[in-house]
């Protein structure tokens, strides 16, 4: 059976076998070993026509909730934000989504353009002189950061609020099990880190604090005062937040923090069961040649002309191999022009617009769900989007009974911290409605009762 | 300036008061959201984002798409790059809301098509690789290869050996040696045979048992099969050293052969290469990777099990190396490479690499008169060859690929393997059709002709490009990484 994919057709493979002085394709493999063939053909399911291959794929699509099936209030780092029409019309042409890395920049210069682009938009939101062209996820951005802290600073440790998102920490853990970088927890007992405890872990061994704003629980952290703490020390602050905040919220960079990194899949990425996802990463200048990954910058060509290209590339593994800043290749070039594309949409007002309309919508969210009987908020700190709230009834049960109803009612908090048994994570967007949010108040009534 | 060029960046296009988006009125009681959280954490100006209309937004990527070569609209022979056509129905199964609009953290018994999905995918990953359990956590290849050396450390920590090298051939990608050094390995180069073929007496001479493992690219950077890999992967059995394979190259090898038989302990695969998801102008990827069975209990946290038709995440194993990202991979790619293999089908992949590796070799064939051939064939999926010739007339790898641009084709990897003297390393996939090769062909010959004739064309090129050869020191020595407004 010939496939769609592949042109040739037998004809055409023994014409050009003719050229090449071949009797046969397996003429070609004789330098394979025979004790190294597979002798049977691969244990794999046969080939669908593409009809009864969509009907199978639509039918394990339908075996999961989604942001359309259900109204949605889960978060902890993925974030169902509205995503403009454009962006996915304008990152399917081809000729964007089917280029490879612009390491020809003559031939790159569209992919090289919205590149330096996100850069300046990036760097801007974060209030950092530089940021990169990107990394897999807010997770290994932070473990890049901690990297490029411990060799920066030539320190060995990292203190880790535990506000910051259970998950990256473990990710940062992994990325730092291979240079020996310890690691050290500051305690965030009242939903926002213990500054004055971190302060006693932040010594001169310290290469950075990290904390993360809004964090896990979802409450706002004091950046400049944790700059203090960390700058005391001659330790780095590095800031994980979400970009998509950063219209309403001051930032970080503005505040202190020398390296900011963050998830940036609320700049119009779909969630996508969690992946890909955008990786923000932008730092001061000083540190702009410690970098991991790629940056682009504007030159001129042979005639003058304004044009980009990828730079610093002596920072990379390419160049440097075992001596790189980072082993990162590929990166999610084409969910950071999404980002892109989003920003330009939303623009100079409609990201602040976003930004209070999730404030707003959360705030009444949080007001009207502790109007519950035995449902209150568990954390007296401010919030922005996202809050944690205690439920007289186990949340996981909660959950279930409230996906019955239509709601994804939000995370159960018993699995990224034992002391939140009775806790559950509950996300606003934007996109959530009164009606929605007052209907999800009167399930989860019902739902603890 | 032909009718196509364009010289705008996003922020030119602003013009204050313009708009492109939607969002309602707010329609909850207290909407002034600066009333509700502290002064002090507030943006005191609204960001300096553009102020555009939606059609400025879509004229203005339109065009600077038209400024790129894609895989749609040119022959991208990037070798070790597998640029194969990127299939328009994955890209609709990735949209269905179900997936796309899924989210990782929804309750399992409502995640279960997406589970059974990587499940699946998993289990076919390793039964064409020969391997008996795969992560799908890894973001991309590099990520593939920082996940498998950490899991060799982790097995070698657990026996109670505390090896420091990793070897890694001076042929490898630069992320393998980038990558080993992250996770905390010595990285020990091994020169490689003129041929490019691993240097067995050399490597045994190597082999201690301070060397954690060997990391090899098959078929090597040269396009070759490595013909003594299966003594080479017992011989470092024989001291205990783990053997890697990067699987960059899984293309030409599909149904064929498999890592794990020719005694590889781990391999990782690019699911942007061989498995058709899009390259996106640099990622997003997936670079999920394969273990032996003793190096099962070390994969990434969390691993998908099923239990009768329960698809479920595990998160309970003791000596997993950890999490490398905050979720369970780069899902949508996940999706696009299985809708893929559904599609092929056994005998499909089959058909994939025999076409791939005649691509390649008719490609060689046509070029070997006009430039000089690294190796002698036959090759596997990619050839590489050497403008030395070329280059005593003043013609260099980087002027080919220069002058490529001009004669409507995207360039061959340049400068790699760096073992090759002006190396030229081309890979057509089994995608491309005939026709198309002998275009490429043409062209390269007329390359040959004009670099004896007329050089100058090669040196001036690229001239049809939206712009010509950029002054790459300048941006280095000036870093210019973000727009700020014209004074």
């Known amino acids: 059976m010939a496939s769609r994919y592949i042109a040739n057709t037998p004809d055409e493979q023994k014409r050009m076998l003719g050229v090449i002085g071949a009797a046969s394709l397996e003429e070609l493999l004789v330098k394979i070993p025979a004790k190294a063939r597979l002798a049977r053909p691969l244990g794999l399911a046969p080939a669908l026509a593409e009809t009864d291959l969509i009907r199978h794929m639509k039918a394990l699509s339908a075996r999961n909730a989604d942001a359309d099936s259900h109204v949605s209030f889960l978060g902890a780092g993925s974030y169902d934000h509205y995503v403009p029409s454009p962006i996915n019309h304008l990152i399917s042409r081809g000729e964007f989504f089917t280029a490879y890395t612009p390491y020809q920049p003559e031939a790159s210069q569209g992919t090289l353009r919205t590149i330096y682009e996100y850069q300046t938009m990036i760097a801007e939101l974060t209030g950092m002189d530089v940021a990169n062209a990107s990394i897999y996820d807010g997770a290994s951005s932070l473990a890049e950061a901690a990297l490029m802290a411990h060799a920066a600073t030539d320190r060995g440790e990292i203190v880790l609020s535990r506000g910051v998102n259970p998950l990256y920490r473990r990710v940062t853990a992994t990325y730092c099990e291979g240079p020996g970088i310890r690691l050290r927890d500051a305690a965030a007992p009242d939903g926002v880190t213990d500054l004055a405890a971190a302060k006693k872990l932040v010594g001169p061994k310290t290469a950075a604090l990290v904390i993360q704003t809004p964090n896990f629980y979802g409450c706002l952290e004091d950046v400049a005062a944790a700059a203090e703490v960390a700058h005391a020390a001659g330790a780095l602050l590095v800031v994980v937040a979400d970009p998509v905040n950063l219209g309403v919220l001051e930032g970080p960079g503005k505040l202190g923090a020398d390296i900011v990194v963050g998830e940036g899949q609320g700049l119009g990425v779909p969630m996508s069961f969690g992946g890909p996802n955008l990786g923000v990463f932008a730092a001061k200048n000083e540190l702009v040649r410690r970098m991991p990954g790629r940056l682009v910058g504007a030159t001129v060509d042979r005639d003058g002309q304004r044009g980009f290209v990828l730079t610093l590339q002596t920072r990379e593994q390419h160049i440097r191999r075992a001596k790189a800043t980072s082993n990162i290749c590929t990166n999610v070039a084409l969910c950071a022009l999404m980002a892109t594309i989003y920003l330009a949409t939303l623009g100079r007002r409609g990201l602040v617009r976003v930004g209070e309309l999730s404030t707003a919508k959360a705030h009444y969210a949080a007001l009207r769900l502790t109007t519950v009987s035995g449902v209150s908020l568990r954390f007296a700190a401010p919030f922005f989007k996202e809050f944690t709230l205690k439920l007289p009834k186990p949340p996981e049960r909660v959950v279930t009974r409230l996906a019955r109803q239509g709601f994804l009612a939000g995370v159960p908090l018993k699995s990224f911290d034992r002391g939140l048994v009775d806790c559950l994570l509950v996300a606003v967007t934007e996109k959530r409605t009164k009606a929605e949010i007052d209907a999800f108040a009167g399930a989860l009534e019902k739902a603890v009762a | ?487």
């Open chain 2, 1 to 487: 300036m032909g009718a196509n060029a364009y010289d705008k960046l996003i922020f030119e296009l602003s013009s204050p008061g313009r708009v492109a988006w939607s969002l309602g009125e707010a329609d909850v009681p207290e909407a002034d959201a600066r009333k509700l959280l502290p002064e002090n954490y507030l943006r005191k100006d609204a960001p300096a984002l553009p102020e555009v209309s939606e059609f400025d937004i879509v004229r203005h990527y339109s065009r600077l798409s038209r400024m790129n070569y894609g895989l749609d609209t040119h022959f991208y022979p990037l070798g070790s790059c597998t640029m194969k056509y990127n299939p328009r129905l994955n890209e609709d199964m990735a949209r269905l809301a179900g997936f796309a609009k899924a989210h990782p953290l929804a309750p399992e018994a409502l995640a279960q098509g997406a589970l059974q999905l990587m499940h699946e995918l998993a289990q076919d990953l390793a039964e064409i690789a020969g391997m008996d359990a795969v992560s799908l956590q890894p973001a991309a290849g590099a990520q593939g290869e920082f996940a498998g050396v950490l899991m060799i450390r982790a097995y070698h920590l657990a026996r109670g050996e505390k090896r420091t090298k990793v070897l890694v051939p001076d042929s490898a990608h630069g992320t393998n040696p980038a990558s080993t050094a992250i996770a905390g390995y010595e990285v020990v180069e091994v020169k490689s045979l003129p041929n490019g073929e691993v240097d067995v007496d050399a490597l045994a001479r190597t082999l201690d048992t301070d060397v954690a493992a060997f990391m090899i690219t098959v078929p090597n950077t040269l396009g070759m099969f490595e013909p003594r890999i299966v003594e080479i992967t017992e011989l470092c059995h024989a001291k205990g050293v783990q053997v890697y394979m990067d699987g960059a190259n899984l293309n030409a090898i599909l149904g064929i052969t498999r890592p794990g038989d020719l005694g590889f302990d781990v391999c990782h695969f690019n699911l942007h290469k061989t498995f058709t998801t899009p390259h996106g102008g640099g990622g997003p990827g997936a670079g999920p990777v394969g273990v032996k069975a003793h190096l099962e209990p070390f994969l990434p946290v969390p691993v998908v099990t099923k239990n009768g038709d329960a698809y479920a995440l595990d998160w309970k194993r003791p000596k997993s190396i950890g999490k490398l990202q905050a979720f369970w991979g780069n899902f949508g790619m996940l999706v696009r490479a299985y809708t893929y293999l559904r599609t092929m089908g056994p005998d499909g992949l089959r058909s994939v690499s025999d076409n791939a590796i005649l691509n390649a070799n008719y490609i060689m064939k046509r070029l070997e008169k006009d430039y000089d051939v690294a190796v002698p064939g036959p090759c596997m999926h990619e050839c590489v060859l050497s403008a030395r010739r070329q280059k005593k007339l003043g013609v260099t790898a980087t002027d080919i690929a220069k002058r490529l641009l001009d004669l409507g084709f995207y360039a061959p990897s340049t400068y790699f393997p760096l073992i090759v003297e002006e190396a030229l390393m081309i890979e057509p996939t089994e995608t491309e059709a005939k026709e198309t090769l002998d275009q490429f062909c043409d062209a390269m010959i007329q390359i040959a002709r004009e670099t004896e004739t007329n050089p100058a064309v090669n040196h001036d090129a690229p001239v049809t490009t939206p712009v010509r050869r950029l002054d790459q020191t300048k941006a280095a020595r000036e870093p210019n990484l973000r727009w700020t407004r014209r004074p």
